[in-house]
């Protein structure tokens, strides 16, 4: 289909872009356009109909990555690619190698951006669950103010109260995993297209039995939107991990609580089942790497 007709601006500087959205009037419903890669389908399918876009795509100070303590800024409009063969990744977020190995193509993670991801909040984002368990932060800036908000509040927030018309996100801030931390990013995925229906992203770390001492443990592609698991991160600690059958007995309580979706390919009821599943499998495969 071909999308309704709308303005185009392309800001050259952070400055412009924000005064191009701050005083829209009530009707001018206004999109921002990173890598495009989510966005230009919803155009082209007609699930938003804005009547401006405006293009980050030349802001040079959004493509930037700058390593701070204990921590990584990536801005708006870095690529998923290039921020995959940062050197931060390797030594302390390695599982965004994971998540890169499992989300989307090659064109796909080379024109989006992590930002974008982060932004779209899809419920099967790969990339989000790898966010929650770094601790990922936004900065959100309009014209008149710059505030931080974590992507775990932000993710669970309903899409309309996530940003004001007249903000936008200009970088998000990852935290390094702990020193002597493993982790893994899983998912069972749907066969055809690739989306996650159950992913499991784990930051572990192990105490000298080789018991978990501390885990970070979030979801995604099964619920209605991806998520930390943070009631069952706590009964976790202490836990032999090695032990599945024990561990099937923890996890499936939690996962009663949640909300879970379906499709025509995979009904809720199927993504709930796999996500125990997977959830098991991937911290036993953890403890005993
Ligand atoms: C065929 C296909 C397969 C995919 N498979 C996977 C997969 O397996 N796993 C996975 O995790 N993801 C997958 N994706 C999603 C992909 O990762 C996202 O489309 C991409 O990361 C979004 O980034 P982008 O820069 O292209 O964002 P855009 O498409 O430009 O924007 C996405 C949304 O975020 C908003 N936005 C973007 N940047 C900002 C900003 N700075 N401030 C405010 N709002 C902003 C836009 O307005 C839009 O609503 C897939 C996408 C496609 C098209």
């Not at 936008?168 to 931390?181: F, G, H, M, Q």
């Amino acid at each position: 289909m071909i999308p309704h007709s709308f303005d185009y601006m392309r800001p050259q500087t952070l400055n412009d872009a924000l005064k191009e959205i701050e005083n829209l009037t009530p009707q001018t419903e206004v999109a921002i356009l990173a890598g495009g890669q989510s966005l230009l389908s919803a155009l082209k399918q007609r699930r938003i109909n804005p009547n401006l876009i405006v293009d980050l795509g030349a802001i040079s100070d959004l493509s930037t990555t700058r390593e701070v303590s204990d921590g990584l800024e990536v801005g708006a409009m870095v690529r998923q690619v290039e921020f995959v063969g940062h050197r931060f990744v390797s030594a302390h977020a390695p599982i965004f190698q994971d998540v890169a190995a499992a989300a989307g193509d090659p064109m796909i993670r080379r024109n989006g951006t992590l930002v974008g991801a982060f932004c779209e909040v899809d419920p099967r984002g790969d990339w989000v669950a790898a966010g929650l368990v770094h601790d990922a932060v936004l900065e959100i800036s309009s014209l008149s103010e710059t505030r931080r908000e974590p992507l775990e509040s932000f993710a669970g927030k309903p899409k309309e109260s996530r940003l004001k018309s007249n903000e936008l996100v200009t970088k998000c801030i990852l935290n390094a995993a702990p020193e002597n931390s493993i982790s893994a990013y899983r998912k069972c995925k749907h066969n055809a297209v690739g989306w996650s229906i159950a992913g499991v992203a784990v930051v572990l770390e192990l105490d000298k039995e080789r018991k978990c001492r501390a885990i970070k443990l979030a979801v995604a592609g099964a619920t209605t939107f991806p998520q930390r698991l943070r009631a069952l991160e706590l009964e976790l600690q202490g836990v032999d991990l090695s032990d599945e059958d024990n561990l099937d007995q923890l996890i499936r309580p939690h996962l009663a609580a949640l909300e879970f979706f379906g499709d025509s390919y995979a009904s809720a009821g199927y993504r709930e089942k796999r996500l125990a599943i997977q959830i098991r499998r991937t911290l036993a495969e953890l403890s005993k790497s």
